[in-house]
């Protein structure tokens, strides 16, 4: 897990707040995230996008780990898209809300991105295997067969473990052991797994135990770095959004 990125998100978040009570184009958002994120030392270049589906004054992060780039030494090998509704592009209206969602956001694309670098410099960038779904649906086969593949469950429970962790801390293992549910802004890509596929599903079993796991190396390294008084557990506060939707139960996914 990329610790050196997850310790900058205070700063990330901070930077974030500047937005707060603002109205900015997407352009300018744009240019300044590139700008944050390359002085904090991250391989990245920031674009632009658009998609009527959205609503307006919604922001969406997307990103991308170009294997050919890392490979070629290229300087800039991530790319992150801030893609927002068409109507919106000069008038995105921030509060503390979207500030704090767009710092959660831009956090966990680095740090799944960087487990795609990580995945691949492992392998001498070989492709990852392929994951075949049996749905007749195309669509949902379509999505079973990006989430099924081993590269991203892997990385999408970084991302996943990360969001859970600055919701609740060291509850979050507590929670997913207990049993307790989680809601939709609790993790949106956790959402997306258990929409994809049974909640008892292989898939959501791997994903749920790699998601333990990484809970476990966070709290480990929190409690190192807070007796090393190199941060504070109140710097990693990110406060959820409630959704009033309903809600998962993973308890019964893990093998023990």
């Not at 008892?200 to 929190?222: D, G, Q, S, Y």
């Not at 139960?249 to 093998?255: E, T």
Request: glycine letters at 4%; a negative charge; aromatic letters at 10%.
């Amino acid at each position: 897990m990329n610790f050196r990125t997850i310790v900058q998100f205070p700063l990330i978040a901070e930077w974030s707040k500047k937005f707060v009570g603002t109205t900015v184009s997407q352009r300018l958002l744009a240019r300044r995230t590139g700008d944050l994120l390359r002085s904090l030392g991250h391989p990245v270049s920031v674009h632009s996008d658009t998609d009527s589906d959205l609503d307006r004054n919604t922001v969406v992060v997307s990103a991308e780990y170009s294997v050919d780039r890392d490979e070629d030494g290229k300087r800039r090998y991530i790319s992150i898209t801030i893609v927002t509704n068409p109507k919106s592009i000069k008038k995105l209206k921030f509060d503390s809300v979207m500030s704090n969602i767009f710092a959660m956001d831009l956090l966990e694309a680095l740090c799944h991105e960087y487990r795609h670098e990580y995945q691949y410099r492992s392998r001498d960038f070989e492709e990852d295997r392929s994951f075949r779904s049996t749905s007749k649906d195309y669509e949902l086969r379509r999505q079973q067969e990006y989430l099924g593949i081993p590269g991203e469950i892997d990385a999408f429970a970084v991302n996943i473990a990360i969001r859970l962790w600055l919701v609740y801390g060291k509850e979050a293992h507590k929670r997913i052991k207990n049993g307790i549910e989680f809601e939709y802004q609790d993790s949106p890509d956790l959402w997306g797994y258990l929409n994809a596929f049974e909640l008892e599903h292989e898939v959501n079993r791997r994903l749920i135990r790699k998601i333990v796991k990484n809970l476990n190396e966070l709290n480990e390294w929190t409690s190192k770095c807070i007796e090393d008084g190199i941060v504070s557990q109140d710097q990693f506060t990110f406060q959820s959004v409630p959704s009033g939707s309903a809600a998962y139960n993973l308890k019964q996914a893990i093998s023990e």
